[in-house]
């Protein structure tokens, strides 16, 4: 299984970008896929996660109104549209297919459910 990560780069607070996730090897339409991130000296946290049919979208607290999260599975591509970003969202921000297929690991987002990760795409946000 392969996790490819992509759109990350610098952009003004207030600005936006989407990220891009592509996964290959496993039915990608069979599992909840997660957006994660890491600031450096911080745990890595949750961001956003949807279930394997997209019937299901879940949001920390911080991003709910300024994140959408949406999948295209005959692309097998996740995407993530972040707004009005904050210099303190500066992170290393990665996707996570869950482990098990057709299963609810989004309502729980425990990332020990998440088995396939990957690299990570750098946000940052200047102030």
């Known amino acids: 299984v392969q996790v490819v990560e992509s759109g990350g780069g610098l952009v003004q607070a207030g600005g936006s970008l989407r990220l891009s996730c592509t996964a290959s090897?496993?039915?990608?339409?069979?599992?909840?896929i997660g957006w994660f991130r890491q600031a450096p000296g911080n745990k890595r946290e949750g961001v956003s996660c949807?279930?394997?049919?997209?019937?299901?979208?879940y949001y920390a607290d911080a991003v709910k109104g300024r994140f959408t999260i949406s999948r295209d599975n005959a692309k097998n591509t996740l995407y993530l549209q972040m707004n009005s970003l904050k210099p303190q969202e500066t992170a290393m921000y990665y996707c996570a297919a869950a482990k098990k297929p057709r299963y609810d690991s989004c309502s729980s987002w425990a990332q020990a459910d998440f088995a396939y990760w990957g690299q990570g795409t750098q946000v940052t946000v200047s102030s």
């Open positions: 090897g496993l039915t990608f339409g069979d599992y909840d």
């Open positions: 949807i279930s394997w049919g997209g019937g299901r979208t």
